[in-house]
């Protein structure tokens, strides 16, 4: 069974710092495309980031040069590193992946940017 599990949500203050965690079980995430994505309340899901299985990056351009998505193999998770944070940021932050031809979502972690 295929799981996907998002931490490390919170409340920061405009200009700070997150980093949100993704830890799967069932695949071997390496093999797959991983994507960050989120919601907002009222708005629809937008992709946020995504990593390749070959290593390639992507970013929305609304986060580009302050967000930053890693992989880590050896524990078969996926990060992404949140900088200078900006109360538009706030949403539920989403992982993904498509394997085996079926697109696997994580239950989502709230971020809150608020002073």
């Known amino acids: 069974q295929v799981r996907l599990e998002e931490s490390g949500g919170g409340l920061v203050q405009p200009g700070g710092s997150l980093r949100l965690s993704c830890a799967a079980s069932?695949?071997?995430?390496?093999?797959?495309?991983m994507g960050w994505y989120r919601q907002a309340p009222g708005k629809q899901r937008e992709w946020v980031a995504d990593?390749?299985?070959?290593?390639?990056?992507d970013y929305a351009y609304s986060v580009k040069g302050r967000f930053t998505i890693t992989r880590d193999n050896v524990r078969n998770m996926g990060y992404l590193q949140m900088n200078s944070l900006k109360r538009e940021d706030t949403a539920v932050y989403y992982c993904?992946?498509?394997?085996?031809?079926?697109?696997?979502w994580g239950q989502g972690t709230q971020v809150t940017v608020s002073s």
């Open positions: 993904d992946t498509v394997a085996r031809g079926s697109d696997y």
């Open positions: 990593v390749s299985g070959g290593g390639t990056t």
């Open positions: 069932g695949i071997i995430l390496s093999q797959y495309t």
